[in-house]
């Protein structure tokens, strides 16, 4: 291995901080598409059934840039007052490798801030979202392929299963949303290895839909801001915009503080499946390159008949 492999790999390995199984901020399409990633209090938020494959990071120039997979189900229950979801997401970076496996339930609040309201009247609840998660995270570093000599932290290669927990928080009123969520607060406390350090990021999210007329959506505009906070990195902003046309095609771009920019499109099959490609583009100073993304996505019911 030649020292400019090497020197990409150091880059790849430090950076894959911020990009190893729950401590990596889904590419913009992924969460904007499927919050429960991050947060578990979406699980169940929805009509109907959901289920979202994301596969992103494919398309690279540079070898070894982030790559995930990922598949997530979630279904109300009790009317919607409750909800569970499951997930299993693989990450890459470099040479490190991290899958992850859970459950979630939600348990949800509604309420209606008008008194007395005439039993036919239509109204939008407003509603209060717990969720929590539990798992098993596998996580992995290659560090002796890097060959690097005489330094006691890649001195031996890291292979831990750990146990996970997150738990998250949601509000919605009308067509405003906000949440936080530490998709795992458990970290490396459990893990055996010293040279381990998995960082405990926390996440807020919020947002608004636009609609032009709420009984007939011919445009749906969402505005979101993704904000992150993981002790040891930048505090990181995601600012989010896109736009539906209809149920039928939707588009959208995000900037993600000091990292890339977020392009994405998709198309609404029938009423219940949508398929979006993403492409992120990263700045000059960054090592992990240009991606590109694919989501498939189906929810029953209704389907994406506007929530």
């Not at 169940?44 to 289920?51: I, Q, R, V, Y």
């Not at 906070?229 to 600012?239: C, I, K, L, S, T």
């Not at 915009?241 to 995000?254: F, P």
Request: hydrophobic share 40%; net charge neutral; proline share 4%.
């Amino acid at each position: 291995m030649n020292q400019i492999k090497k020197l990409l790999y150091l880059g790849l390995l430090m950076a894959g901080t911020h990009f190893s199984f729950c401590q990596q901020t889904p590419v913009f399409a992924e969460y904007n598409v499927n919050p429960f990633l991050i947060n578990p209090a979406y699980s169940g938020s929805f009509n109907g059934t959901e289920a979202v494959l994301s596969n992103s990071g494919f398309g690279s120039e540079i070898q070894n840039t982030p790559k995930n997979l990922s598949f997530s189900f979630t279904a109300p229950l009790q009317q919607g007052k409750m909800g569970l979801g499951a997930a299993v997401i693989s990450d890459e970076i470099g040479v490190t490798k991290a899958t992850q496996g859970f459950a979630a339930f939600s348990y949800k609040l509604f309420f209606d801030w008008k008194k007395n309201r005439p039993y036919w009247q239509v109204f939008e609840r407003t509603v209060l979202s717990f969720g929590v998660t539990a798992g098993v995270l596998s996580y992995n570093e290659d560090l002796l392929s890097l060959q690097i000599q005489n330094d006691a932290n890649f001195s031996e290669n890291i292979n831990e299963t750990l146990p996970m927990a997150g738990l998250g928080f949601l509000f919605g009123h009308e067509n405003f949303f906000a949440g936080i969520s530490a998709p795992n607060i458990l970290g490396d406390t459990f893990a055996n290895s010293q040279n381990l350090n998995l960082t405990r990021p926390i996440y807020g999210y919020l947002g608004y839909h636009f609609i032009t007329n709420k009984y007939d959506p011919t445009y749906i505009m969402k505005p979101s801001v993704l904000l992150k906070h993981e002790a040891g990195a930048p505090f990181q902003v995601d600012a989010n915009i896109s736009v539906s046309y209809k149920n039928v095609l939707e588009v959208g771009a995000g900037f993600r503080s000091s990292s890339s920019l977020n392009l994405f499109a998709g198309l609404y099959a029938f009423k219940n499946f949508r398929v979006l490609y993403n492409y992120s583009s990263a700045n000059a100073n960054s090592p992990l390159g240009n991606f590109h993304g694919i989501v498939l996505n189906y929810r029953g019911g209704r389907g994406f008949a506007f929530n």
